[in-house]
């Protein structure tokens, strides 16, 4: 064995769950659905908020019609 390796003092091996570890919960998230049904495109976005212990989230419905420009948000 290498010298002066853990092993070698009657340590045990460390796996890398129990050296590092990775926090991959994101502060704010954002989705976007889409769908486009019989001429009219509808959606829905959703932002989610996460602060601490609490989170906060929103949503928009959108409603446009495919052949014009406007678009209709609540």
Same mark, same amino acid.
């Given at each position: !064995? !290498?010298?002066?390796?853990?092993? #070698? $003092?009657?340590?045990?091996? /460390? +796996?890398? #769950?129990?050296?590092?570890?990775? #926090?991959?919960?994101?502060s704010e998230l &954002? @989705? /976007? &659905?889409?769908?486009?049904?019989?001429?009219? $495109?509808?959606?829905?976005?959703?932002? =989610? +908020? =996460?602060?601490?212990?609490g989170s906060e989230?929103?949503?928009? /419905?959108?409603? $446009? %019609? =495919?052949?014009? %420009?406007? @678009? +209709?948000?609540?």
């Amino acid at each position: !064995m !290498m010298e002066g390796s853990g092993s #070698d $003092r009657g340590e045990e091996a /460390k +796996t890398w #769950d129990e050296m590092y570890s990775i #926090d991959l919960m994101p502060s704010e998230l &954002f @989705l /976007k &659905f889409r769908e486009q049904i019989h001429g009219h $495109r509808l959606g829905l976005n959703l932002e =989610v +908020t =996460v602060i601490g212990a609490g989170s906060e989230a929103e949503a928009a /419905k959108i409603s $446009r %019609s =495919v052949a014009s %420009s406007s @678009l +209709t948000k609540e």
